[in-house]
């Protein structure tokens, strides 16, 4: 979202960005749209990666005169807290911010600071999402509708074909599939990879963490809001730290400078790729066009980000926010955000739309994308990710990457994850 990753995007980031990093980076402003005093009204969108929505403006805009949409892409982790830190002073916050699946239940428990969306109509949708899908959303009572789903993850691994054929390992997507049905079948393939290269295999250890979280029943809190760390955290745990210690980890940084570059350096060949990913590999790396392709994630399934479009009540023009943000959520604009960049649509009635189900992507090889991730994302039961599951992962990773970046012994690591998982719990 995110990519994301919703996207993405959408993936996550390694640490905070401050508010003020994010302003300077963007060099945009991070406060809503504007009137311009002729009629015309600027609707800013806030996100992180890529949602598909470059052409997605140009097309509004030609279509709707008075409208002007300013697009800002920041980090992930920053662009939550700057959403939270507006909802909190009461001014400034976007016209339509994206909020992905590791946040939603903090911004879903402030649905006051949010339009209801079912005061505008969109409870017509609620038929067209996946179930889980809407309510990830909705208030407790049922009453409030704070957003309207972009994308869904769903899981797969991306790999580099010429990377592997060089490394003495098959190339077809299938036999690829069939070389790690279990993440230590994974690593065992990654020393074999890292033995005959020299080369690390995977970008980093946190994007080992994720996914195999995304796996477990229970992630970091169950739906009492209670710090669960042995449980799938402590799975999705060790495994990253078994794969920093077989030496497969690149160290880098999702959505930063040298992570985007070892996408075309072959720093890594390896990652794991919900459907928003693929946006993020296509752009960053257009000079690799058909040496990637997709195979199966160890382990089977898992939802890995997913993202929301919501309105909050601050913005001086919420009606046509919402006229916006109901227009990308047609098919026809969620076929085409899929087609661009690869985000699967929250919708499961477009996955049986041939512009969805025949599609193969080329950058991929070829790969089956519209039977792949649709696929996973039919069979999908989402963990319940708790209020403060963001923040909390986000500690947790910092603790990986300190075992990354060998500031912290693995045998140590485990104490010092969990006591900063339960200083965020208890704060």
């Given at each position: 979202?995110?990519?994301?990753?919703?996207?993405?995007?959408?993936?996550?980031?390694?640490?905070?960005?401050?508010?003020?990093?994010?302003?300077?980076?963007?060099?945009?402003?991070?406060?809503?749209?504007?009137?311009?005093?002729?009629?015309?009204?600027?609707?800013?969108?806030?996100?992180?990666?890529?949602?598909?929505?470059?052409?997605?403006?140009?097309?509004?805009?030609?279509?709707?005169?008075?409208?002007?949409?300013?697009?800002?892409?920041?980090?992930?982790?920053?662009?939550?807290?700057?959403?939270?830190?507006?909802?909190?002073?009461?001014?400034?916050?976007?016209?339509?911010?994206?909020?992905?699946?590791?946040?939603?239940?903090?911004?879903?428990?402030?649905?006051?600071?949010?339009?209801?969306?079912?005061?505008?109509?969109?409870?017509?949708?609620?038929?067209?999402?996946?179930?889980?899908?809407?309510?990830?959303?909705?208030?407790?009572?049922?009453?409030?509708?704070?957003?309207?789903?972009?994308?869904?993850?769903?899981?797969?691994?991306?790999?580099?074909?010429?990377?592997?054929?060089?490394?003495?390992?098959?190339?077809?997507?299938?036999?690829?599939?069939?070389?790690?049905?279990?993440?230590?079948?994974?690593?065992?393939?990654?020393?074999?990879?890292?033995?005959?290269?020299?080369?690390?295999?995977?970008?980093?250890?946190?994007?080992?963490?994720?996914?195999?979280?995304?796996?477990?029943?229970?992630?970091?809190?169950?739906?009492?809001?209670?710090?669960?760390?042995?449980?799938?955290?402590?799975?999705?745990?060790?495994?990253?730290?078994?794969?920093?210690?077989?030496?497969?980890?690149?160290?880098?940084?999702?959505?930063?400078?040298?992570?985007?570059?070892?996408?075309?350096?072959?720093?890594?060949?390896?990652?794991?790729?919900?459907?928003?990913?693929?946006?993020?590999?296509?752009?960053?790396?257009?000079?690799?066009?058909?040496?990637?392709?997709?195979?199966?994630?160890?382990?089977?399934?898992?939802?890995?980000?997913g993202s929301f479009l919501t309105i909050p009540k601050q913005g001086k023009?919420?009606?046509?926010?919402?006229?916006?943000?109901?227009?990308?959520?047609?098919?026809?604009?969620?076929?085409?955000?899929?087609?661009?960049?690869?985000?699967?649509?929250?919708?499961?009635?477009?996955?049986?739309?041939?512009?969805?189900?025949?599609?193969?992507?080329?950058?991929?090889?070829?790969?089956?994308?519209?039977?792949?991730?649709?696929?996973?994302?039919?069979?999908?039961?989402?963990?319940?990710?708790?209020?403060?599951?963001?923040?909390?992962?986000?500690?947790?990773?910092?603790?990986?990457?300190?075992?990354?970046?060998?500031?912290?012994?693995?045998?140590?690591?485990?104490?010092?994850?969990?006591?900063?998982?339960?200083?965020?719990a208890n704060s």
């Amino acid at each position: 979202m995110k990519r994301s990753w919703t996207h993405w995007a959408r993936a996550a980031t390694v640490g905070a960005v401050s508010l003020v990093m994010v302003a300077a980076c963007s060099g945009k402003s991070t406060t809503g749209g504007s009137d311009s005093g002729d009629g015309q009204i600027t609707l800013k969108i806030n996100f992180w990666g890529d949602f598909g929505l470059q052409d997605l403006k140009t097309k509004y805009e030609a279509e709707h005169k008075n409208i002007k949409i300013q697009l800002n892409s920041g980090e992930y982790n920053a662009q939550h807290e700057d959403l939270q830190k507006k909802l909190v002073a009461g001014s400034g916050a976007a016209d339509i911010a994206a909020i992905d699946e590791g946040f939603v239940v903090q911004f879903r428990s402030q649905a006051d600071k949010f339009v209801n969306l079912l005061d505008k109509g969109a409870g017509s949708y609620e038929s067209k999402y996946l179930p889980w899908k809407w309510k990830q959303t909705l208030s407790a009572d049922g009453k409030t509708q704070i957003g309207l789903g972009t994308d869904v993850g769903g899981l797969a691994m991306c790999y580099r074909t010429d990377l592997f054929q060089a490394a003495g390992l098959p190339t077809d997507r299938d036999q690829v599939s069939a070389l790690w049905p279990t993440w230590d079948k994974f690593i065992e393939v990654g020393q074999q990879y890292t033995a005959k290269t020299k080369k690390k295999f995977v970008d980093s250890a946190t994007n080992m963490f994720n996914p195999i979280l995304g796996q477990q029943p229970v992630g970091f809190y169950n739906d009492q809001e209670q710090l669960q760390m042995d449980g799938g955290p402590k799975v999705a745990f060790d495994y990253a730290v078994k794969g920093i210690e077989a030496g497969l980890s690149a160290n880098l940084a999702s959505f930063q400078a040298d992570w985007d570059k070892g996408f075309t350096s072959g720093s890594f060949a390896v990652l794991a790729c919900p459907a928003w990913m693929l946006g993020h590999i296509k752009d960053t790396a257009p000079g690799t066009a058909g040496k990637w392709d997709i195979a199966a994630v160890p382990g089977g399934g898992g939802n890995w980000g997913g993202s929301f479009l919501t309105i909050p009540k601050q913005g001086k023009h919420v009606d046509e926010a919402y006229k916006l943000l109901e227009w990308l959520v047609q098919p026809e604009q969620q076929i085409e955000i899929f087609k661009t960049v690869g985000n699967l649509p929250s919708q499961p009635a477009l996955y049986s739309d041939p512009a969805i189900a025949d599609f193969k992507n080329p950058f991929f090889n070829d790969a089956p994308v519209g039977q792949i991730f649709p696929k996973m994302a039919a069979g999908l039961t989402p963990q319940y990710l708790g209020k403060k599951n963001g923040p909390t992962r986000v500690e947790v990773e910092n603790v990986i990457g300190r075992v990354q970046n060998k500031s912290l012994k693995p045998d140590a690591a485990w104490a010092e994850a969990v006591k900063a998982a339960e200083k965020v719990a208890n704060s």
